[in-house]
């Protein structure tokens, strides 16, 4: 007996025998065998033996240990060691390899096949060095992952497949409980391996919350709506390019709706359930919808960008990839008839597939965007020449029919339908207050869920919940939950109606746990015809303001650490009422090289090239004028000038400016500049204001003549130079900055009362002034502007042009202080604004006046003069007669008075030029002339004087008559007796007692009156 080959023999004497194969043999088999008859051997016969196959079921090991996964890793190999074999060596063909999450699965983890070594993907195909072995499905939450194999597989090949199978996770907060994970093979034959299990941990991330800017998007209404993007081939891709947008789907779709449709080339959609779908005409998947799987949530925000990398394809949503499918082929067109690029609808059969929610910030690039590049800038805005952007569209214009394209590309979208404008817009002079429900949280991220608050506005804390000025010069209070308040607080006055404007502030959004984010709101503000503004009442003209007076020499004031802008064009706005006096090549202000300057009858900006662009200085000397001076930092030439809130048209007056020298630095001067002691300014300045950032006409009317409260948005450095002293940081910034300068060169002298100012609105004057009636009016959409001045109560007055900007009159003398009342209207042909001035006249005494006289008395008589005599007269005022003031006094005789009425000059009494009699001593008759005895004559003396009224001499009245008057003396001669000598003997010359004197007085009777001897005839 020989054999067998392949298996155990045991065979009897009688012939019986059994076979058992060897393990795992099947075929044929053979065995030879003799018989005896007890004398002789037989021929040798064989006996062949079929063993038909039996299949061996495959067999899979795992490795032991964990796999760990980390939240937002990409796909993880599960084992890398796993092992397949099958006894039978033969091929796969109808088998399959089972990857099962059989505990702790959730619908957010995903198994995938991750291309490598051997293995390659296109689709669902698999391939093993290029040769087709199976197909994939599955994979999804806890469904399987089905690799199907065919002919071309060996276990070795399965092995190998198993070993590339990966798993991630496409939630923000995954569940961290570990997964357990079977591995089950069959083999085509009807065997089935047993169970292989590896666990895997899953890791998770504290992700930050994405705070996304709040600007305008479109609404769209799922029934016909779209915006159309046109056909340009600048949008048409082959090998490479990238789709994103921000979606928020209200409603899901009957069967599917489409968010970006690039008609038979390239499209983004949605499903009936929400799950999110692209298309793209390559070889693989072909022109037909492919679902990745990943839904989107009802009224929930979602960035979505899917990549196409010569048939690779990934999907992202808010920044982490949830899909990766391996097609092939380039883009090509499945309907070249139809070329439209279409946001929330498409160009063929769109019915049924329009989009039903909200749309923004669609991007398309002709590139493949890295996962870094996606997640770096989905809440960002672009500056529209980034590398490979073929497309932009914010949606932020917010108004109109029309989306704007952001590259040079200019492909502006037109809306269709009537696709709704949504995002935070009011008009000019509303203000817009929203709730937390819809404010600037509600369309931001956190993975997590966590609670999302405000921590920061404008990047400071302090800023929420409190009124912040922003730099356009509106208000706004931003509160910890998202509710807000915007008022724009006449900032956009400017805008005419059918004109919009755009503000914005940024917050920084905490999750509470660490991690925060930074974004944008953006406020549409809509433009209405404002009436003008009319301001009448300037802080600076009240009292107590103070000013610096310099004066040239070394004068000047040393700012230093100022966190001004000084980064190639931004701006820097230096701000300050001047009252100049004229003299030229002076500096008002100053930082390193960059300053203003008057030079050779020209002001403005100076690089320090003895270069000026600027105007001409004409009308700037002599008298306040407010400047704000826009310094645009590394180009001169876009600095801006605004002279009394009126922007001016700048040119290039003197060399060239040096663009590299013009720059605005953290050193500073009022008055002079930081490179030499040079160009110290000559005049007065005041109310100094160093802001971050331009600022318009509009802002500069709105506050020039006030002054500043609350916190400024921008404002670095605020001084009024009240309370300034000559110490060290002795000029206080009024902002709170903290940013004081030190007066050089300058004395306590030099901070005087501010004074002449433009006096807006009411007033206090002098009766007989000029007064100049003047208001700040302006109209905000800058339009020319008609005045009408009419008076309403006081005593009237004439004014020079009653539609004069600024007339004049004079005010009139009156009894008494008054009031005139005016109203001004300024009108800008279609709107007027009225506003109510009123002139408080303070009434100024006159002076009186009397007249001449003459006045006579008899020889060796005293005159004693009445108030009749002085003819005092006030026809003004009706003032009571006060005094006289005696100018000159009498050259013969005195004047006196006669304080104890004896008619006797005593000592004190005599009146001299430049004493004052009362009234009362005239009235009591005490004011007298005394003549020299027994002298005479007409005209015989004379004293000058002036009348003086009670009214006083307050505010510059005069109380006295200013033309002396002449008090003329007339003395009558009176006779005198004579005088009889009788103590002698005297010899006369013989007369008659019928004989007169010069006064017709008798001889005899003048004898008689001296008791002297009578006379015979």
């Known amino acids: 007996m020989a054999g067998p080959s392949n298996g155990t023999l045991n065979i009897n004497a009688d012939g019986s025998f059994s076979y058992t194969p060897n393990t795992n043999f099947s075929g044929t088999d053979t065995f030879t065998y003799q018989t005896s008859d007890g004398n002789q051997d037989s021929n040798v016969a064989t006996v062949t033996i079929t063993v038909n196959s039996v299949n061996d ?62 293995i390659t993907m296109t689709g669902t195909n698999v391939y093993h060095s290029g040769v087709l072995v199976g197909s994939v499905s599955g994979g999804l939450g806890t469904n399987p992952l089905v690799i199907s194999f065919n002919t071309n597989s060996t276990p070795a090949i399965a092995q190998e497949v198993g070993r590339q199978v990966g798993y991630f996770n496409v939630s923000d907060n995954p569940s961290t409980t570990a997964r357990t994970i079977d591995f089950v093979v069959t083999d085509g034959d009807g065997g089935t391996s047993n169970t292989a299990q590896k ?65 038979g080339e390239y499209e983004i959609g949605i499903s009936s359930t929400g799950s999110l779908m692209w298309a793209f005409d390559n070889t693989d998947p072909n022109w037909t919808w492919h679902d990745t799987g990943y839904v989107l ?87 529209g020449n980034e590398t490979g952007l073929a497309g932009y569209w914010s949606f932020n214009e917010g108004s109109g029919t029309t989306a704007n394209d952001l590259t040079s590309n200019a492909n502006h979208g037109t809306l269709t339908g009537g696709p709704v404008w949504n995002g935070f817009s009011t008009d000019q002079d509303t203000p817009l207050n929203v709730g937390a429900a819809s404010g600037i949280i509600d369309n931001d991220i956190d993975g997590e869920g966590d609670t999302l608050t405000i921590t920061q506005v404008e990047g400071v804390g302090a800023n929420v919940g409190n009124l912040l000025r922003l730099s356009s010069g509106a208000l706004v209070t931003v509160n910890a939950d998202g509710s807000f308040n915007y008022d724009a607080n006449g900032a956009f006055d400017g805008l005419a109606a059918g004109e919009t404007g755009t503000d914005s502030f940024t917050y920084t959004l905490s999750d509470g746990n660490g991690g925060t984010d930074t974004a944008t709101v953006t406020i549409t503000i809509n433009g209405t015809d404002d009436a003008p503004t009319i301001v009448a009442d300037s802080d600076f003209d009240d009292a107590g303001n103070s000013v610096i007076d310099f004066q040239g020499g070394d004068d000047t004031i040393l700012l230093s650490g100022l966190p001004v802008n000084t980064a190639a064009g931004t701006d820097v706005t230096v701000e300050f009422w001047m009252n100049w006096d004229g003299t030229d090549n002076v500096m008002p202000f100053g930082f390193g ?162 004074s002449g100012f433009s006096n807006l609105g009411d007033q206090t004057v002098n009766e007989d002034d000029v007064v100049t009636l003047e208001v700040s009016a302006f109209d905000p959409e800058n339009a020319a502007l008609t005045y009408t001045w009419t008076q309403t109560s006081g005593p009237a007055v004439t004014l020079s042009d009653a539609n004069a900007e600024k007339p004049t009159f004079t005010a009139i003398e009156q009894v008494g202080d008054y009031q005139v009342v005016f109203t001004v209207d300024a009108s800008d042909g279609t709107n007027t604004t009225t506003e109510t001035v009123t002139i408080t006249v303070n009434a100024i005494n006159d002076a009186p006046s009397g007249v001449d006289n003459t006045v006579g008395t008899l020889e060796d008589t005293d005159i004693t003069f009445t108030a009749a005599d002085f003819g005092f007269s006030d026809a003004a005022e009706s003032h009571n007669f006060n005094a006289v003031r005696i100018t000159s006094q009498t050259s013969s005789g005195t004047l006196y008075v006669d304080a104890d009425n004896d008619g006797v000059i005593d000592a004190g009494e005599t009146v001299v030029a430049g004493n004052y009699v009362s009234i009362a001593d005239i009235n009591a008759g005490r004011l007298k002339y005394k003549p020299l005895a027994d002298e005479n004559g007409t005209a015989y003396t004379e004293f ?34 004579p005088v009889l000598d009788n103590t002698g003997t005297t010899t006369l010359s013989t007369i008659t007692k019928y004989q007169t004197d010069n006064g017709g007085q008798s001889v005899a009777s003048i004898i008689a009156s001296a008791g002297g001897d009578r006379l015979t005839d």
């Open 944 to 977: 000058t004087f002036q009348v003086q009224d009670d009214g006083g001499t307050s505010g510059g009245g005069q109380d006295t008559d200013t033309t002396p008057n002449t008090m003329t003396i007339n003395v009558t001669a009176v006779n005198d007796a």
């Open 297 to 383: 949530q009802l009224n929930e925000w979602a960035h979505i960008a899917v990549s196409y990398d010569n048939g690779t394809i990934n999907t992202y949503v808010n920044g982490n990839i949830v899909e990766t499918y391996y097609g092939s082929g380039p883009i090509g067109d499945a309907h070249a008839d139809k070329d439209d690029l279409r946001v929330g609808g498409r160009e063929n059969n769109p019915a049924g597939n329009y989009f039903t929610g909200e749309i923004d910030d669609v991007r398309v690039w002709s590139t493949v965007r890295s996962d870094s590049e996606i997640q770096n800038n989905l809440d960002r805005t672009l500056d």
């Open 199 to 263: 666990q895997l941990s899953v890791a998770a991330v504290a992700d930050a919350p994405i705070a996304v800017d709040d600007h305008h998007g479109l609404s769209f209404d799922g029934v016909d709506d779209y915006v159309n993007l046109g056909s340009d081939p600048v949008l048409e891709f082959t090998n490479s390019m990238t789709m994103e947008l921000w979606a928020r789907p209200t409603a899901y779709p009957a069967s599917s709706s489409v968010l970006l449709n690039k008609e």
């Open 57 to 118: 079921a495959p067999v899979t090991s795992a490795t032991g240990g964990t796999t760990a996964y980390t939240e937002n890793a990409d796909p993880t190999l599960i084992d890398s060691g796993l092992t397949i074999t099958d006894a039978d060596l033969g091929d796969f063909d109808s088998g399959s390899l089972s990857v099962t999450i059989s505990a702790n699965g959730s619908a957010n983890d995903r198994l995938t096949i991750v291309p490598g070594g051997n």
């Open 593 to 754: 090289s960059y300053d203003l300057w008057f030079s050779g009858g020209n002001f403005g900006y100076n690089s320090g090239g003895g270069d000026l662009y600027g105007i001409s200085a004409a009308g700037l000397e002599t008298g306040w004028h407010h400047v704000t001076a826009v310094f645009r930092n590394g180009d001169v030439t876009g600095s801006r000038l605004i002279i009394n809130g009126v922007e001016q048209t700048l040119t290039q007056l003197l060399n060239s400016p040096n663009n590299g020298s013009a720059y605005a630095s953290s050193t500073a001067k009022i008055s002079g500049w930081n490179n030499n002691t040079s160009y110290k300014f000559d005049g007065q300045i005041d109310q100094v204001r160093i802001w971050n950032g331009g600022r318009s006409e509009t802002q500069v009317r709105a506050d020039m003549h006030q002054e500043l409260s609350g916190p400024q948005t921008g404002l670095v450095a605020s001084y009024s130079f009240t309370g300034a002293t000559t110490g060290a940081g002795g000029v206080i910034d009024d902002s709170g900055n903290g940013h004081h300068g030190t007066m050089s060169g300058i004395t306590g002298a030099n901070v005087i009362a501010g």
